[in-house]
């Protein structure tokens, strides 16, 4: 099993990232998929989790007005959407399932 993120980066308050997650190793279409996160000292954060025919989302009262996950099943990918990006968005940020964790991308911005 294999779960690798991208996309993150430093950018200003107001700016836009896509994270994506590209997986291997189950079948992810059938595989809910989560988004976390975990900023310095803090721990690790649910941000949007979505069910495997993306038929069903939920996202947190903090970010669900500026963060939208989405997923491409023929891609065996996940993705999240980041606009409006604040400074307490700031955070490595991991795509899990079933209690496993890929390798996090950073995200940093910048007031």
């Known amino acids: 099993v294999q779960l690798q993120a991208s996309g993150g980066g430093l950018v200003h308050a107001g700016g836009s990232l896509r994270l994506s997650c590209v997986t291997s190793?189950?079948?992810?279409?059938?595989?809910?998929m989560k988004w976390l996160r975990q900023a310095p000292g803090e721990g690790l954060e649910r941000v949007s989790t979505?069910?495997?025919?993306?038929?069903?989302?939920h996202t947190i009262d903090s970010v669900k007005d500026r963060f939208t996950i989405s997923r491409d099943n023929g891609k065996n990918t996940l993705y999240l959407q980041m606009n409006n990006l604040k400074p307490e968005d700031s955070a490595v940020y991991y795509c899990?399932?079933?209690?496993?964790r890929g390798q996090g991308t950073q995200v940093t911005v910048s007031s």
């Open positions: 979505i069910n495997g025919d993306g038929t069903w989302s």
């Open positions: 899990r399932f079933n209690g496993i």
């Open positions: 190793g189950f079948t992810f279409a059938r595989t809910a």
